[in-house]
């Protein structure tokens, strides 16, 4: 229900957002800690990684079921609950003494903030007027935003300082806050669905399909794709078993999902680009800390901190979009304006060299951050428009999935570009090196001779001077490949501007409506 005391409605806004915002620390947070956490609890690096995933695929099964799920407990008990099973689990996940049990409570984590994140959408978009919805999306956006930005930085400080378990228990006084706003603020819906049987079958063919695929985008790249059993073995689950899940919900009187939503043109149109935000947003995020640590030397402390005035200039920029927004300004211009600044971001980024210090990548990132501001709120604006009552729910479910999964393929297609291009631009460079080449030879003999005057014995200055050309000739193939990610994802939001044409201006309304 709308809430007309101006006080209490910000007092619920702080509320949600500070749910929220625990909720994304944690997707980014541990990604910094992996190495410690593996010397403490005597783990690899492949099973390490399985804590992120386990994290992001409870996280995209329990998003779509969050309507659902309110409805059969309640929204305000369901967004109580919760947040008190992630903190919980936080703590659990702290005390883990190895590996495999830390896997476990983070899947559970991962269930618990799966439910924050769509339900605080819901709340704000029901607390809010239809007039202000641009600002309501704005202000749950900025959780969204400062989450993922802060998570690495945050993730650092705490690991250097303290040890890795406190990532996890910084959690517990801002859960305990959280819950205690919640029971003094939040309400049930008014709008809410009456209790209806459980979906079982849908329950489980949507954790199943959606499970399966997020492990095989997750993992994909790691394994080598189809070379590795397990992969093909869940790509093969996935396809068979999600579009079962499609049709078992279009049939079944009382989904889990209801996928019936999707009639709604707008909420179809949204969630297909809020897909395509997440592709863009999470792969061109995914790339650049890669390369500033692997390439340029940085630290993840350094990277973080670089991050940090970008994340800023989303949530500077966030509110004063939905005023536009409210104010009439049509959502595809300034959709067409974010796709527009996250190209000049990543060509910029594609002019990077080797010399590259840390105020080269401030106005880029501030540029990304600004484009992020004019795609994320227009779109998830349109996509919730014309939604009313209980169908807010499953909608603020649908669309937080889709930008979760775009994101989880982003990362996915990037990374396997940049394994298949390094090697082309390996071949590329190698031709142009050969001891028989007069400028190759002259590097090698010159670098030899600097070996051999610091008192290194022929033979083997001459085997450091090839393995010193070898790590150069790396560093060029690295930083080529990247750039070359840089310019394929650029134009792939040039790519998308003429899509924004499905688009029209709606009579009356903050967002637009699709063409007819």
């Excluded at 999306?137 to 900025?142: Q, V």
């Excluded at 400080?157 to 378990?165: A, E, H, K, M, R």
């Excluded at 134009?491 to 688009?503: A, G, N, R, S």
């Amino acid at each position: 229900m709308v809430e007309t005391n101006p006080l209490r409605k910000w007092l619920i806004t702080l509320t949600v957002i500070t749910a929220s915002v625990i909720e994304l620390i944690d997707t980014s947070i541990v990604n910094v800690a992996l190495p410690d956490m593996m010397g403490n609890l005597g783990a690899t690096l492949e099973d390490a990684a399985w804590v992120v995933v386990s994290y992001v695929v409870a996280n995209v099964i329990v998003l779509p079921m969050t309507g659902w799920l309110s409805s059969l407990f309640g929204r305000r008990r369901y967004f109580v609950g919760s947040i008190v099973l992630f903190t919980v689990a936080s703590v659990a996940c702290g005390h883990a003494s190895n590996i495999w049990e830390l896997v476990f409570f983070r899947f559970v984590q991962g269930a618990g903030g799966g439910g924050l994140l769509s339900t605080s959408q819901a709340i704000l978009v029901e607390t809010f007027p239809p007039k202000e919805l641009g600002l309501a999306t704005a202000l749950f956006g900025l959780g969204v935003v400062i989450g993922p930005t802060i998570g690495p930085t945050l993730g650092g400080v705490i690991t250097d300082n303290l040890s890795w378990p406190w990532i996890f228990y910084v959690n517990v006084p801002i859960g305990i806050a959280a819950v205690a706003m919640s029971l003094a603020f939040i309400r049930d819906s008014a709008h809410a669905r009456k209790r209806a049987a459980a979906d079982g079958w849908g329950i489980a063919l949507l954790a199943v399909g959606v499970g399966s695929l997020q492990v095989v985008l997750e993992r994909g790249d790691h394994e080598n794709w189809f070379e590795t059993p397990y992969i093909t073995v869940l790509a093969t689950v996935a396809a068979v078993i999600l579009p079962t899940f499609v049709w078992h919900e279009l049939r079944t009187p009382h989904p889990v999902v209801d996928l019936k939503v999707l009639k709604d043109r707008s909420l179809a149109l949204g969630t297909v680009f809020t897909f395509i935000l997440g592709f863009g947003l999470y792969s061109s995020v995914f790339i650049f800390p890669v390369f500033a640590q692997s390439i340029l030397g940085f630290t993840a402390t350094q990277t973080g901190l670089i991050l940090l005035p970008g994340g800023l200039a989303t949530a500077f920029m966030m509110p004063i979009v939905g005023k536009l927004l409210q104010r009439g300004f049509p959502p595809q211009v300034l959709n067409a304006a974010g796709f527009v600044l996250f190209f000049f971001f990543c060509l910029t980024l594609s002019l990077s060299s080797l010399g590259s210090s840390q105020a080269d990548f401030f106005w880029p990132l501030v540029i990304r951050g600004v484009g992020l501001s004019f795609l994320f709120v227009p779109l998830t604006t349109v996509a919730l428009s014309n939604l009313k009552g209980p169908d807010i729910a499953q909608g603020t479910g649908l669309t937080n999935m889709m930008r979760q999964l775009g994101g989880s393929f982003g990362i996915a297609l990037v990374a396997t570009y940049v394994d298949r291009q390094a090697w082309t631009n390996r071949a590329s460079l190698l031709r142009t090196l050969s001891p028989y080449d007069t400028a190759t030879a002259s590097c090698l003999k010159q670098v030899t001779a600097g070996f051999v005057s610091r008192g290194v014995v022929p033979l083997e200055a001459q085997r450091k001077a090839y393995a010193a050309l070898e790590g150069t000739l790396s560093r060029q193939v690295a930083l080529l490949t990247f750039m070359d990610a840089f310019r394929l994802v650029g134009v792939f939001f040039l790519c998308c501007i003429p899509l924004l044409l499905l688009f029209r201006r709606g009579k009356g309304s903050v967002a637009a409506a699709p063409l007819h």
